[in-house]
């Protein structure tokens, strides 16, 4: 069975800087993103990351602040989101996909974590 955890969220001046982390377990993930859904809108792409860290995609809101990276080792991939501002405020999810193809949409994702809360106060 897989699994998503997400962690590193909270509470962050704007300005500031947070670094999440999702952690997978039940078997070998390919493609992994990160999503999010802030209050009163739909859940949107933030960033993705292939298996092998070769390729990256970011929205353009997150162009320039946000780094998505990962350690196979651990199974592990990191969104760090420098110069947060408080239209980052939202849920952010972590996800997975079988295949080693970036997207940049919900539908391909096969596996979602729980989320974890970032808010950014002005």
């Known amino acids: 069975q897989v699994r998503l955890v997400e962690s590193g969220g909270g509470l962050v001046q704007a300005g500031g800087s947070l670094r999440l982390s999702c952690a997978a377990s039940g078997r070998t993930l390919n493609t992994m993103g990160w999503f999010r859904q802030a209050p009163g809108k739909e859940r949107e792409f933030v960033a993705a990351i292939s298996w092998g860290g070769r390729t990256t995609y970011y929205a353009d809101s997150v162009k320039g602040r946000g780094t998505i990276s990962r350690d196979n080792a651990k199974d592990t991939v990191y969104l760090q989101m420098n110069s947060l501002k408080p239209e980052d405020t939202a849920v952010y999810y972590c996800?997975?996909?079988?295949?080693?193809?970036?997207?940049?949409?919900?539908?391909?994702?096969?596996?979602w974590g729980q989320g974890t809360q970032v808010t950014v106060s002005s």
């Open positions: 996800a997975a996909r079988n295949l080693d193809i970036v997207s940049t949409t919900q539908i391909s994702y096969d596996y």
